[in-house]
């Protein structure tokens, strides 16, 4: 997952990005000043959010969410970015591709191979 972080008063202007590779979050910028303020919201402390969809059903209230997990990933870019006074916009990772019925003669590999561009 990737997130990318803006100003909000300027969505055009991509300041930095995060990515997120199942253990831990990276951070890509151009410019110090506005790295080091992102990679502060992903320092690994637990997050605490008044969220319906981290919730279990029935309950209320805020939740605690531990590091380590792609739902604190998100978590923290969504609540800890105004804390910088940044925007947080996520970004789907495979912009082309995608499963397609008409292409089921194709092995299993040779899909994957076709999605992520590849060679054998």
Do not use: K, N
């Not at 978590?75 to 019925?101: N, Y």
Request: glycine share 10%; net charge negative.
């Amino acid at each position: 997952m990737r997130v990318e972080f803006h100003r909000p008063d300027d969505p055009e202007t991509v300041l930095a990005t995060a990515t997120w590779d199942g253990t831990r979050a990276w951070v890509e910028s151009g410019d110090d000043e506005v790295a080091a303020p992102v990679w502060r919201l992903f320092r690994t402390t637990p997050l605490v959010v008044d969220d319906a969809a981290y919730r279990r059903q029935g309950t209320h209230g805020e939740v605690l969410i531990q590091p380590g997990s792609l739902e604190w990933f998100r978590a923290a870019a969504q609540v800890r970015a105004p804390e910088v006074g940044l925007v947080a916009r996520f970004v789907p990772g495979v912009t082309e591709g995608g499963f397609d019925p008409a292409a089921d003669y194709r092995t299993f590999g040779e899909a994957i191979e076709r999605l992520i561009g590849t060679d054998p």
